[in-house]
């Protein structure tokens, strides 16, 4: 993982642009072909991910800081003075200051994100509001091992997951990155993570095709970086936002639909498109309490507590290493 820093590295807002060629023609070389969903957030990806939260379709950020304004306080008892709260896949921080507001006495608040802006903005942000907290953001992948100062080494961690960002992963990649998790947040380490549950197929759809067409610029906006960083040639509007539920694997999906037959010139090389072909771009896995307790279970975690909403539209793990006290 890229090393901490009082400030985040300046410069880029990207992917570095070696690793964004691989991924991207690794991705379009598959029969389906895909990319990776970490890529839509560019500093255009995370303003627009912003905007989304607040859809009246996207009901996963309200409802999981309504949830997490009732649980602060329970969390705050189990969370020793000293602590570290290490957020892994921070985007706008903006849930994380009802944590904040209810943990005075941490150590220091540690966002981790591939998105420079959204880690300076929030970091601007919380200054203001939080001025004796220490933030140490660390642009970098989550997926990988965290490295933190040595100085704060020995200190307790709490980590927080939320947006259910663990969704993007499918299952077994879910469970490797949990145990990564496990692993950077050390054996008395505590996670709290957010988790969108099962619910109607309606409510599932709209959030990820919202009437105002915001996801969709969102989900487009990859064709514009891809341009832009690699010089490709994607005609954007000759793709289309699609979103659906394929219920085999428990999983939105979000797709880029091509709209005509057509051909892309990227990074010296030529992508042929059917009419109809699609770029597969982002997983929404969503679970059952049962379903993700197994899941955290087989990764090395206990599940401790849960807190969910009135209409069990979202839910709040905290969970514990297995040989952990409660
Ligand atoms: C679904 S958004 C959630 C943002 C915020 N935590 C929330 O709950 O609203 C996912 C966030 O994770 C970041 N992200 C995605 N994949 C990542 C990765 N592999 N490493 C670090 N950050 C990642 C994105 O930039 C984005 O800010």
Redesign the pocket.
């Given at each position: 993982m890229t090393k901490s820093a009082e400030q985040p590295t300046p410069s880029v807002d990207a992917t570095p642009d070696v690793e964004l060629a691989r991924a991207v023609v690794a991705g379009l070389s598959q029969p389906q072909k895909t990319l990776p969903?970490?890529l839509l957030?560019d500093a255009r990806g995370?303003a627009l991910?912003e905007q989304i939260?607040a859809l009246p379709e996207y009901y996963p950020?309200r409802t999981?800081a309504a949830i997490l304004a009732g649980a602060a306080s329970d969390i705050a008892a189990h969370t020793p003075p000293g602590s570290l709260l290490v957020?892994?896949?921070?985007?706008?921080s903006?849930?994380t200051e009802i944590l904040l507001e209810a943990l005075p006495s941490l150590a220091a608040y540690v966002p981790?994100?591939?998105?420079q802006t959204?880690l300076e903005d929030a970091r601007a942000r919380l200054a203001g509001r939080f001025p004796a907290l220490r933030i140490i953001p660390i642009r970098?992948?989550?997926?990988q091992q965290l490295v933190l100062p040595q100085t704060l080494a020995k200190r307790p961690r709490l980590g927080f997951f939320?947006?259910s960002?663990i969704g993007?992963f499918a299952p077994l990649e879910a469970c490797a990155l949990l145990r990564q998790m496990g692993q950077s947040l050390g054996p008395c380490g505590r996670l709290l993570i957010?988790v969108d549950l099962q619910k109607d197929l309606a409510r599932l759809i709209s959030a990820y095709d919202d009437a105002a067409g915001v996801t969709a610029l969102f989900n487009l906006n990859l064709l514009h970086r891809i341009n832009r960083e690699m010089g490709a040639d994607f005609a954007v509007d000759r793709f289309a936002h699609v979103a659906l539920y394929n219920g085999a694997e428990g999983r939105i999906e979000m797709h880029l639909e091509s709209l005509t037959a057509q051909t892309v010139a990227l990074g010296g090389r030529r992508f042929d498109f059917a009419e109809g072909e699609r770029i597969h771009t982002e997983n929404s896995y969503k679970y059952t309490v049962a379903q993700f307790h197994e899941l955290a279970a087989g990764a090395g975690w206990t599940p401790r507590r849960l807190w969910t909403d009135a209409e069990d539209l979202f839910s709040l793990h905290e969970l514990t290493p297995h040989d952990a006290h409660p």
């Open positions: 969903c970490a957030y995370s991910f939260t950020t999981e957020e892994f896949g921070s985007g706008s903006r849930k981790i994100d591939v998105s959204a970098g992948d989550f997926t939320p947006g960002t993007n957010g």
